[in-house]
């Protein structure tokens, strides 16, 4: 398993599958409702959907393949692929958040250390060196200025102030 959603409007979890590219709808007991196949080529087995975001306006799921290839996949609430945009501003892509305040979406790289703030489409405006090692997930909390990295190796939470943004 390597992302995990909560749509409150839904209050389902929806948790991501990488090996076998699908997406597991959740209820906060625990039980499985529904499992998606997403259209995502398979080039490596390890190189699959890493990250999960959901936008409530649009109602779109945002998902973000790690490498072979790098790309930013928009589905909407059956997991019907919409849109695919290529990713290129790192070296792979390991969790997303959506920004629903600025309407932003937030993409992490493991490899390459690098918080990028980013429109829909994957498109980043700006990039923030992380410097934590194995950064596998990502929520960045735009009202009180703070961005949560996990650490896979070590189970660790890094706590960071969001910078100015300005």
Same mark, same amino acid.
């Given at each position: 398993l390597e992302g995990i959603e909560f749509v409150e409007?839904?209050?389902? @979890?929806? &948790? @991501?599958?990488?090996? +076998?590219?699908t997406v597991l709808k959740v209820t906060l007991g625990g039980v499985v409702v529904d499992t998606f196949q997403l259209d995502i080529p398979i080039v490596n087995i390890n190189d699959g959907p890493e990250g999960i975001a959901f936008? $409530?306006?649009t109602h779109e799921f945002y998902v973000v393949n790690e490498k072979n290839p790098s790309m930013l996949y928009v589905y909407d609430t059956l997991f019907h692929k919409k849109a695919e945009y290529p990713l290129s501003f790192a070296r792979d892509y390991s969790s997303a958040h959506y920004d629903p305040i600025n309407d932003h979406l937030w993409i992490l790289s493991q490899q390459s250390k690098i918080l990028a703030r980013c429109d829909t489409r994957g498109v980043p405006d700006k990039l +923030?060196?992380? !410097?934590? $090692? !194995?950064?596998?997930? @990502?929520v960045v909390d735009v009202g009180n200025g703070l &961005?949560?990295?996990?650490c896979d190796d070590t189970s660790t939470l890094y706590v960071f102030q969001l910078p100015d943004l300005k």
């Amino acid at each position: 398993l390597e992302g995990i959603e909560f749509v409150e409007e839904k209050r389902m @979890l929806y &948790v @991501l599958e990488e090996r +076998f590219r699908t997406v597991l709808k959740v209820t906060l007991g625990g039980v499985v409702v529904d499992t998606f196949q997403l259209d995502i080529p398979i080039v490596n087995i390890n190189d699959g959907p890493e990250g999960i975001a959901f936008n $409530p306006t649009t109602h779109e799921f945002y998902v973000v393949n790690e490498k072979n290839p790098s790309m930013l996949y928009v589905y909407d609430t059956l997991f019907h692929k919409k849109a695919e945009y290529p990713l290129s501003f790192a070296r792979d892509y390991s969790s997303a958040h959506y920004d629903p305040i600025n309407d932003h979406l937030w993409i992490l790289s493991q490899q390459s250390k690098i918080l990028a703030r980013c429109d829909t489409r994957g498109v980043p405006d700006k990039l +923030f060196n992380t !410097d934590v $090692p !194995d950064g596998e997930g @990502l929520v960045v909390d735009v009202g009180n200025g703070l &961005v949560y990295i996990v650490c896979d190796d070590t189970s660790t939470l890094y706590v960071f102030q969001l910078p100015d943004l300005k």
